[in-house]
Structures are given as structure tokens and as C-alpha cells.
């Protein structure tokens, strides 16, 4: 990520662990939610097509989210704004993800 984005892994990691906490693969999060939590300013462009198109991408500086196992969806709106995304597990996360459901399963049957 950008620089000005330095909070970028430790958020995705905590997002990540919310996902498993949650025992769910996918969560969809506001862009104001994104935003609080990376302490950025909506005016630096965080709400645009744009700049969600390249953190999908994951190319050059915006691969964070993608080095840290998700995947980005999102529906702009008509003029280009983005006002929520979606986050899924990648499929090796997704993997671990599972064994660790079937494992938790495997504990609460054997109680």
C-alpha cells in the first residue's frame, strides 16, 4: 500500500481473525468501517473504483490485502464510489479455514 496507508497489514490480519472468530469465509464491511479502522480520511481516495481496483489487482504497492489471504469484491455505485467491500479467504486460507472448522467439530462431538 501506499505509504500513507502503513496500517494496511495489521488491519487485514484483524480482519482475517474476525473471519475466524466469526466462523465465517466472507464478510462485507462499509468503506467508513475500512476507513476507522486504518485511520485514513475518505479524501484520499479510499472510496473510489479506483482505488479498489488496484487493491484487487493487487499489483505493485496495493498487494497487501492480497499477501495477507483475501480476495475483494465490490459494486460501485454510479458514479464511481465504492461504499462497501466484500472480503473472502483466498483458497489456501480457505483450506486452513475448513480444517480448523473440522477440527473444532471433531472436538465438540468428542465432548
Given at each position: 500500500?501506499?505509504r ?6 495489521n ?56 499477501k ?19 472480503f ?16 473444532e ?7
Amino acid at each position: 500500500m501506499p505509504r500513507r496507508y502503513k496500517g494496511w497489514k495489521n488491519w487485514t490480519i484483524a480482519l482475517r481473525k474476525r473471519m475466524y472468530q466469526d466462523r465465517c469465509p466472507e464478510t462485507t464491511v462499509s468503506i467508513d468501517e475500512v476507513a476507522e479502522g486504518l485511520g485514513a480520511d475518505l479524501a484520499d481516495g479510499i472510496g473510489s473504483k479506483r482505488f479498489w481496483d488496484a487493491c484487487r489487482d493487487g499489483k505493485g504497492n496495493f498487494d497487501t490485502i492480497a499477501k495477507q489471504g483475501l480476495l475483494i469484491d465490490f459494486e460501485p455505485k454510479a458514479d464511481g464510489s465504492v461504499k462497501k467491500v466484500t472480503f473472502r479467504l483466498n483458497p489456501t486460507w480457505l483450506n486452513h479455514f475448513q480444517r480448523v472448522q473440522e477440527r473444532e467439530l471433531s472436538k465438540a462431538v468428542l465432548s
